[in-house]
């Protein structure tokens, strides 16, 4: 993805102009701001990996993680479209009870600058589809899907 960028401006160009995701260099780092067309879900690792068995794979589910070992409870991050639909305010708080969230319009969200395989990485790369991005509601409701199954509960992490 990055073989050829050698600045952060080439990485963010990369993101822009084949992704579609509007990135920008910040304090040397690339990132995008969240709004209501283009936001971000955070969950714990074991429910992200559950909740990415469990979706449909039919569109793109952009997901950055943290790939070093010693640090195996860094949110995963699904990189998420519009709404299309209601959330059912039962998901959104499941969600939260699991130790996930909905980031807000307005904040930062770190991408990957590098495609080594440490620090923050891509678990699943964004695609240049047009839809590339699946809509918000589709990943919390099936996130609430994954929970409500839950033999074994996942404890929400320590806030700290």
């Known amino acids: ?7 952060p401006q080439e990485v963010a ?6 992704y579609g995701l509007p990135a920008k260099v910040v304090d040397r780092r690339v990132c995008y701001l969240t709004t209501s067309n283009l936001g971000a ?3 714990p690792p074991e429910l992200g990996r559950r909740v990415w068995t469990a979706i449909d794979r039919s569109f793109p589910t952009p997901i950055i ?3 070093q070992p010693d640090r195996p409870q860094r949110p995963w991050v699904f990189v998420v479209g ?5 959330t059912r305010n ?6 939260e009870q699991r130790g996930g969230r909905l980031l807000d319009s307005g904040r930062w969200v770190w991408l990957p600058m590098t495609d080594a395989w440490h620090g923050w990485t891509w678990y699943s ?3 240049a589809a047009e839809d590339a991005f699946p809509p918000r509601t589709t990943l919390i409701h099936a996130a609430r899907e994954v929970i409500d199954t839950l033999q074994d ?5 320590a806030r700290r």
Request: proline share 16%; hydrophobic share 35%.
């Open 1 to 7: 993805m990055f073989e050829s960028c050698h600045s």
């Open 13 to 18: 160009y990369v993101y822009t102009h084949r």
């Open 41 to 43: 879900v955070m969950m």
């Open 65 to 67: 993680h943290h790939a």
């Open 82 to 86: 519009p709404n299309r639909g209601l």
């Open 90 to 95: 039962r998901a959104a708080t499941a969600l």
């Open 125 to 127: 790369p964004p695609s």
């Open 153 to 157: 509960p996942i404890p929400a992490p």
